[in-house]
């Protein structure tokens, strides 16, 4: 169980841990005006606001605003900006009546007038991080709180009209490698989250849940099966503290009517069975899990690739879409497929293939993976594969329009020529297993590293967009006909979402590296985008070893705000 401490009752520790104050008196009223977050709102999102990393529970990344449409988006012009603290940057903010909540590297969350961009109230803890993975993916919010997970394995609720600290609980030893870099779900008052670390502890990955007002912990799922456990014996006979991984670097998402949680998992660790010593599934690596969010009890599970060897996890988002009948999940992960579930029941309905890797079939009528004949790895030999360990898609999330019932993701098109090695297995070692690697274009790239493409549900392209420079940020679509993506170049750009035609561009100063959202405030569309440095995991080996005439900057953390010339 975590350690709360709880902060409202000492003045000087709350004002050590932020600080927060109202810049005019325009700022306090718009502090002051700011509704609670209900369960309600939580489920149908105002169209102004953008209350969770992708908008709303079902993780479309859409905008019903459509105040920017195709015939005027050409108009853009800069609205605001903020610059924000250095560290590596993949964030996404929330909005919510008027007001833009940022979380910025190393556990600094600000409160922005949404229309100006003014100040009104920054939060910064003064814990000793980690040296690496400072990254903050966003935030959460629920009633007047926001909630914040840390690089050091820590949930932080902040007052969301003072910036002051109410609670913090500590969830796992940081210590011990564990950390958070994904923002939390809430879901009916919990407060939910999945845990990161690759390291051999008798602690392990999990999903906990904590009372959104007390910090108190509800539950925890191990995202593991230990030895006499259901699905304890898909590891074999590796001992308890040497299974590892199953982590989670991405928010989940929630069926309201279902009443379930989804939270998938990272492959296990180290990648390949050999190092593992694993000839089996390994649970509940590479799954999606369905979690009953009273209990955090297994419900069901679908592992997308059993017993993964080349860090292609599936760990990446959910996207809960009502198709053909069904009540449908689609998710797509590093080897560029396109899976369908019930997500009622976990039952496989399809798979679509974009046809960009080299290492799995498929067998379509149950969804099995059987890897092809020569690519399971073999220790300190190279081998070469499609796609680079990065990814086709990776963290990037894409995003869906119910207009056009279309998904728009963007992909990565490299290989790799790769060594995978052993790893000793002592308490407290691990790690991933690799050595040497080279990277590569993809063979049928056409020398091009990134491509944004358009699919139907069905699996028919509708068009796709190729250029050097890989695609480096999550996704936005628009009621006003838009898709919005932002690359490694600094471009930032806005498609017509139906036919793929390339309406509006604008440069950055820095990578588009982060979450692109869209609200309104002061009666005017915006589109927010995040800009920055550093990525996570293997993302920027690619970019610099494929196209290493792109140079960016070594900093230039911020959010660029955009809207149409006022009327």
Request: net charge negative; glycine share 10%; proline share 6%.
């Given at each position: 169980m975590g350690t709360v401490r709880c902060c409202t009752l000492t003045a000087a520790i709350a004002f050590s841990a932020a600080v927060a104050h109202a810049q005019t008196d325009g700022a306090a009223t718009v502090l002051r005006d700011?509704?609670?977050?209900?369960?309600?709102?939580?489920?149908?999102?105002?169209?102004?606001?953008?209350?969770?990393?992708?908008?709303?529970?079902d993780g479309w990344g859409y905008s019903p605003l459509d105040q920017v449409d195709r015939e005027n988006v050409h108009e853009l012009r800069l609205a605001w900006a903020w610059a924000m603290d250095p560290g590596t940057q993949v964030t996404t903010p929330l909005v919510h009546d008027g007001v833009m909540f940022l979380a910025s590297p190393n556990s600094i969350v600000q409160a922005l007038d949404a229309a100006s961009g003014d100040l009104l109230w920054e939060f910064r803890d003064p814990a000793e991080l980690p040296p690496v993975r400072r990254e903050v993916r966003g935030l959460s919010i629920w009633e007047d709180t926001i909630y914040l997970n840390t690089a050091d394995a820590r949930v932080i609720a902040i007052d969301a009209r003072t910036g002051r600290r109410v609670w913090d609980v500590q969830v796992a030893d940081p210590e011990q490698g564990f950390r958070y870099s994904a923002s939390s779900l809430v879901v009916r008052g919990k407060v939910i989250s999945g845990l990161q670390n690759?390291?051999?502890?008798?602690?392990?990955?999990?999903?906990?849940?904590?009372?959104?007002?007390?910090?108190?912990e509800l539950w925890r799922t191990r995202?593991?099966?230990?030895?006499?456990?259901?699905?304890?014996?898909?590891?074999?006979?590796?001992?308890?503290?040497?299974?590892?991984?199953?982590?989670?670097?991405?928010?989940?998402?929630?069926?309201?009517e279902l009443d379930?949680?989804?939270?998938?998992?990272?492959?296990?660790?180290?990648?390949?069975?050999?190092?593992?010593?694993?000839?089996?599934?390994?649970?509940?690596?590479?799954?999606?899990?369905?979690?009953?969010?009273?209990?955090?009890?297994?419900?069901?599970?679908?592992?997308?690739?059993?017993?993964?060897?080349?860090?292609?996890?599936?760990?990446?988002?959910?996207v809960l879409i009502d198709h053909a009948g069904r009540s449908s999940l689609f998710k797509m992960g590093k080897l560029g497929i396109l899976w369908e579930a019930d997500r009622g029941t976990g039952e496989f309905i399809n798979a679509i293939d974009l046809g960009y890797q080299n290492l799995v079939d498929i067998d379509l009528d149950t969804g099995r993976v059987s890897y092809r004949p020569g690519m399971i790895p073999e220790l300190d030999r190279?081998?070469?594969?499609?796609?680079?360990?990065?990814?086709?898609?990776?963290?990037?999330?894409?995003?869906?329009?119910?207009?056009?019932?279309?998904?728009?993701?963007?992909?990565?098109?490299?290989?790799?020529?790769?060594?995978?090695?052993?790893?000793?297995k002592?308490?407290?070692g691990g790690?991933?297993?690799?050595?040497?690697?080279?990277?590569?274009?993809?063979?049928?790239?056409g020398g091009?590293?990134?491509?944004?493409?358009?699919?139907?549900?069905?699996?028919?392209?509708?068009?796709?967009?190729?250029?050097?420079?890989?695609?480096?940020?999550?996704?936005?679509?628009?009621?006003?006909?838009?898709?919005?993506?932002?690359?490694?170049?600094?471009?930032?750009?806005?498609?017509?979402?139906?036919?793929?035609?390339?309406?509006?561009q604008t440069r950055a100063g820095a990578s588009v590296q982060g979450g692109i959202i869209s609200y309104a405030a002061a009666g005017r569309q915006h589109i927010a985008v995040i800009v920055g440095t550093g990525a996570s995991s293997w993302s920027n080996q690619a970019p610099q070893a494929v196209t290493p005439e792109l140079r960016r900057p070594n900093h230039g953390n911020a959010v660029m705000v955009f809207a149409l010339p006022a009327r």
């Open positions: 700011m509704a609670p977050v209900t369960d309600a709102m939580l489920r149908d999102p105002a169209p102004a606001d953008w209350l969770h990393w992708r908008r709303t529970y690759n390291r051999f502890w008798k602690e392990k990955n999990a999903v906990t849940a904590h009372d959104a007002r007390t910090g108190e995202t593991i099966a230990l030895p006499g456990e259901p699905g304890g014996d898909s590891w074999g006979d590796v001992p308890a503290v040497f299974r590892a991984g199953a982590d989670m670097w991405i928010t989940g998402g929630y069926d309201p379930l949680i989804y939270w998938s998992t990272a492959q296990a660790k180290p990648f390949t069975a050999a190092a593992r010593g694993t000839d089996g599934d390994a649970l509940y690596s590479n799954s999606t899990l369905a979690l009953d969010p009273d209990d955090g009890s297994i419900v069901w599970y679908r592992q997308w690739v059993p017993g993964e060897q080349h860090d292609m996890d599936e760990v990446f988002e959910h190279a081998m070469d594969h499609c796609p680079h360990i990065s990814g086709l898609h990776s963290w990037r999330a894409m995003a869906y329009h119910p207009g056009l019932d279309a998904l728009f993701f963007p992909l990565q098109l490299a290989c790799n020529r790769i060594v995978y090695t052993n790893i000793e002592v308490e407290g790690g991933v297993g690799i050595g040497a690697w080279r990277v590569y274009p993809h063979p049928d790239s091009n590293l990134g491509e944004f493409m358009a699919m139907d549900l069905a699996g028919n392209v509708l068009w796709r967009h190729r250029q050097r420079a890989t695609f480096n940020s999550t996704t936005l679509t628009t009621a006003g006909g838009l898709a919005f993506v932002g690359d490694w170049n600094r471009y930032i750009h806005a498609f017509d979402a139906a036919t793929g035609d390339l309406l509006w």
